[in-house]
């Protein structure tokens, strides 16, 4: 399903690039996250793509069933952890509903005039969306119902210092291009996840307690062995953002006034982590004993 969302009075909505993403609240009051697919230079609407998933936690099912055109919705402001800043050459590859996040991308690299491709895999044509959208002469369409698996060797190519690779889907799609391309310059790949990658367990076992300061809330708590930050703030009365709980969607980002985060995202660049200026606190934890956080 496709949704275009509106301002009810008409006004201009924030602005955003390719790559971004908007908080949407669903039916229980829970929030999930959709990338935006529209035209980042039309600010009087934000469009999403909403694939149906039956075995889901509930949000695209009440999209699906519930959503009707008129019916009012809470979205947040457009956040960004996928941005499009792209060398000469770009390799686009996407799994199901992981197109969403590259149509706009596409549009800016043929703007600019930039050398591209896309390699579009899915369970059936049927099911893969935006499809019409997309110039024929330049995206490599496989259905998994017709050929298989996506051809990682083809799709991605030969490492280059000149080529990105932009990718978004399913975990196990996500996990295959990173083995692949471990010998490929830093920051050629560059992808954005739908769930946490399936060897994503931590072995708690060196963990430790550790404070937390919430700052502006002027409350310290100590994180226990296996509680997350989150958990232990909201536990105290400090609530903040948060939906995945898997540290994929960076509703729960904050920033960090003193001490050393142990990370534990899939949204933080390598810089990022290593700045040490923020945090998501549904997952990471503190490699120091005390750790002050702007909350």
């Not at 999209?63 to 009707?68: N, T």
């Not at 049927?126 to 083809?154: K, N």
């Not at 990370?263 to 606190?281: F, P, Q, T, W």
């Amino acid at each position: 399903m496709s949704l275009t969302l509106v301002d009810p009075t008409g006004r201009d909505l924030p602005e955003w690039e390719a790559g971004a993403h908007v908080d949407l609240t669903v039916g229980d009051g829970s929030i999930r996250q959709y990338s935006l697919c529209g035209d980042p230079r039309d600010r009087k609407y934000y469009r999403i793509g909403v694939l149906r998933e039956a075995e889901g936690r509930g949000g695209s099912l009440y999209i699906h069933d519930e959503l009707r055109v008129g019916a009012l919705v809470e979205v947040g402001e457009p956040r960004n952890h996928f941005p499009f800043d792209p060398p000469a050459h770009i390799r686009f590859v996407a799994g199901g509903i992981g197109i969403t996040p590259l149509i706009p991308m596409i549009r800016e690299a043929e703007r600019r005039g930039l050398d591209w491709n896309l390699t579009y895999g899915g369970r059936s044509r049927a099911s893969m969306a935006f499809l019409d959208e997309l110039d024929a002469t330049r995206v490599a369409v496989q259905p998994a119902d017709e050929v298989g698996l996506i051809d990682l060797d083809r799709a991605l190519g030969d490492p280059r210092a000149d080529v990105a690779v932009y990718t978004c889907g399913p975990a196990p799609l996500l996990d295959a291009i990173e083995a692949r391309a471990e010998s490929w310059p830093a920051g050629a790949i560059r992808l954005e996840r739908f769930s946490a990658p399936a060897s994503s367990a931590v072995d708690e076992g060196a963990d430790a307690p550790f404070e937390v300061v919430a700052k502006r809330s002027g409350v310290t708590v100590s994180v226990p062995v296996g509680q997350s930050i989150l958990a232990t703030l909201d536990e105290a009365g400090v609530s903040t953002l948060s939906s995945c709980s898997e540290g994929i969607c960076g509703a729960c980002e904050t920033p960090v006034v003193e001490g050393t985060p142990d990370h534990r995202d899939y949204v933080l660049s390598d810089e990022d982590k290593a700045s040490g200026s923020c945090m998501m606190i549904c997952v990471s934890r503190s490699s120091s004993t005390r750790i002050v956080l702007d909350i």
